[in-house]
T-cell receptor
Framework: GDSVTQMEGPVTLSEEAFLTINCTYTATGYPSLFWYVQYPGEGLQLLLKATKADDKGSNKGFEATYRKETTSFHLEKGSVQVSDSAVYFCALSDNSGNTPLVFGKGTRLSVIA | EAQVTQNPRYLITVTGKKLTVTCSQNMNHEYMSWYRQDPGLGLRQIYYSMNVEVTDKGDVPEGYKVSRKEKRNFPLILESPSPNQTSLYFC????????????FGSGTRLTVV
């Protein structure tokens, strides 16, 4: 079945550092890919998405590019802030709409001032 | 405001005492889903529904029931809760799964003693 693998955390960075969280997937067909963020004590929020190969999703300074050749969707941000501290989940969904989101296990990011 | 509302936010109960966690969305979404989040395991889907009166099992349905009698509501029922159902539960909805992504509720932290 479909699966998502993302880098283990926790990741600790200083403010203004560059962030990369790796995500790779296994899927039959061509899924849509997502990054969700969970701030402490809250539910998941959609951060960005890409629905086809070479699409780049972006939001709040975060970016991720759908790479079909490497089955990857790595999350990047050029300069992190303390307010970016959260758990980040990579996920995929079959574009047929009949299958649910499949999540990675999450990566906890802590940004220190 | 477009949202998914879960109640209660926190619940402590005893083994075997039936409980219901409610979920309601105001976005006229077709798809609704329940997930549980556990440390080291990420999010796992319990049940999902693609329309009224249409429900199906996710990855971890044992010990849970759901119903979808109207589009906006998708309650999660634990007929006889056990301590291994202690978890953080999320309800989510989507216009059609796939490329649309999901909107999540704020979560229900359940403790079964």
């Amino acid at each position: 079945g479909d699966s998502v693998t993302q880098m283990e955390g926790p990741v600790t960075l200083s403010e203004e550092a560059f962030l990369t969280i790796n995500c790779t997937y296994t899927a039959t067909g061509y899924p849509s890919l997502f990054w969700y963020v969970q701030y402490p004590g809250e539910g998941l929020q959609l951060l960005l998405k890409a629905t086809k190969a070479d699409d780049k999703g972006s939001n709040k300074g975060f970016e991720a590019t759908y790479r079909k050749e490497t089955t990857s969707f790595h999350l990047e941000k050029g300069s992190v802030q303390v307010s970016d501290s959260a758990v980040y989940f990579c996920a995929l969904s079959d574009n047929s709409g009949n299958t649910p989101l499949v999540f990675g296990k999450g990566t906890r990011l802590s940004v220190i001032a | 405001e477009a949202q998914v509302t879960q109640n209660p936010r926190y619940l402590i109960t005893v083994t075997g005492k039936k409980l219901t966690v409610t979920c309601s969305q105001n976005m006229n979404h077709e798809y609704m889903s329940w997930y549980r989040q556990d440390p080291g395991l990420g999010l796992r889907q319990i049940y999902y529904s693609m329309n009224v009166e249409v429900t199906d099992k996710g990855d971890v349905p044992e010990g849970y029931k759901v119903s979808r009698k109207e589009k906006r509501n998708f309650p999660l029922i634990l007929e006889s809760p056990s301590p291994n159902q202690t978890s953080l539960y999320f309800c989510a909805s989507s216009p059609g799964g796939g490329i649309y992504g999901y909107t999540f509720g704020s979560g229900t932290r359940l403790t079964v003693v």
